[in-house]
């Protein structure tokens, strides 16, 4: 079907939500991409972070055929084994003080029961999130964030939701009260820009959860499953190597493949009781399948070191390049400051066959790529930018 068919097509009978790319995406290797009309790009942006291992990694879709081929789908009613072999091997990669998963179908929906979670373990129902911070969709998750037009949006909002400053400790301790269930937030903002905080401010956000019984939750849709060039930011050097009580995940998990999770400690798994939680499609045998392989694809291609890689060559390629003001974010989640609005260079990008990531801040353009992307294809990224 030609290009034209297609957007006639998903016009005609699709509810508009989305300022659409004129392109058509049919097929997908590794890091590029094909159109409807067989042309070839560079996916410098993997669906939205969503792409990890890249497209159609074949260990990824080998898995996925197994598992169609045995069963698509029963309910948490039944044990699985490919649901125990995926919750293992999760739980092994993340930090220690992590111990149970709880495996739904996206991260709106983990953020929303890492809420609940921490109410529930708490008794209390405040949640303070942070300005610039995106938590999703639903109603609770977009109560929750204090990023442009997205709260408002979602009104009415959820109530109980306060906001405070990133990166400045001091403005959470004027609001995370003896009421405060959680303090949740992206430890790299990216939708905000690439907004990254100092590692001391997670070291002192950590000691005044502990002081006052607040759980932290960080959002680990984005930066979760290798992403910043280490497992997960949680328990690593960029904060410090703090371990919050809960972890989200979704976007890389499965690969493309829609799943989500939340990791918690012992003492969160302990105040969840039976029919607390519950999700029709979570931990479904094709979602377990692909997170597994997921994990494995990443572990086996040594992709986290090749983020850290791919990043370092960006920063050393951009270091004196005209008009770019600094790199921001870490591993495959960066974003290139410019010292303009960046929308002209996006589209200029698009058309020598590259596609990229805008952002809130009119000045960054983000970069989520697949992380077996190679520096081969950041050089010819950066050289349309210096042209």
């Not at 401010?201 to 959860?209: A, G, I, P, S, Y």
């Not at 081969?376 to 990224?381: A, E, G, P, S, T």
């Amino acid at each position: 079907m030609d290009f034209e068919k297609i957007k006639e097509l998903e016009d005609a009978f699709q509810v508009e939500t989305y300022a659409k790319m004129g392109i058509s995406v049919e097929r997908g290797r590794g890091s590029r991409i094909w159109t409807s009309e067989g042309v070839e790009y560079i996916d410098l942006y993997g669906g939205h972070a969503v792409c990890a291992t890249g497209h159609s990694h074949p260990h990824v879709v080998k898995a996925i055929q197994e598992q169609a081929e045995d069963v698509l789908f029963y309910s948490n009613l039944v044990y699985s084994g490919i649901r125990a072999r995926a919750a293992e091997k999760l739980v092994s990669v993340a930090p220690g003080s992590l111990t149970k998963a709880f495996f739904c179908n996206s991260g709106t929906e983990a953020n929303e029961n890492a809420m609940r979670m921490a109410r529930m373990t708490t008794g209390r129902e405040k949640v303070v999130t942070f300005t610039g911070g995106f938590h999703g969709r639903t109603a609770d998750s977009i109560s929750a964030t204090f990023l442009g037009k997205y709260r408002d949006i979602g009104k009415p909002n959820v109530p109980g939701h306060i906001s405070a400053v990133f990166d400045n400790i001091e403005s959470v301790k004027v609001v995370a009260d003896h009421e405060t269930a959680a303090i949740m937030l992206e430890p790299i903002q990216s939708m905000a820009g690439v907004v990254e905080a100092d590692a001391a401010f997670f070291v002192d956000l950590r000691e005044l959860c502990n002081e006052r019984g607040i759980l932290m939750i960080f959002d680990e849709v984005q930066t979760g499953v290798g992403r910043t060039g280490n497992w997960f930011f949680a328990g690593s050097e960029l904060g410090g190597g703090v371990e919050p009580d809960i972890v989200t995940l979704a976007k890389s998990l499965g690969s493309g493949v829609p799943v989500g999770a939340c990791l918690v400690t012992d003492q969160v798994s302990a105040n969840i009781k039976v029919n607390d939680l519950g999700t029709t499609f979570g931990g479904g045998m094709l979602a377990m399948a692909a997170t597994l392989a997921t994990l494995e694809a990443i572990e086996n291609d040594d992709m986290i070191a090749n983020a850290r890689r791919v990043e370092q060559h960006l920063r050393d390629s951009l270091s004196s390049a005209p008009g770019i003001v600094a790199v921001h974010g870490k591993g495959c989640l960066l974003g290139i400051e410019f010292d303009s609005p960046c929308a002209r260079i996006h589209k200029k990008l698009l058309e020598n066959k590259i596609i990229t990531g805008t952002s809130s801040s009119p000045n960054i353009l983000r970069l989520l790529p697949p992380m077996c992307v190679t520096v081969d294809d950041i050089d010819k990224l950066v050289e349309v930018l210096v042209r």
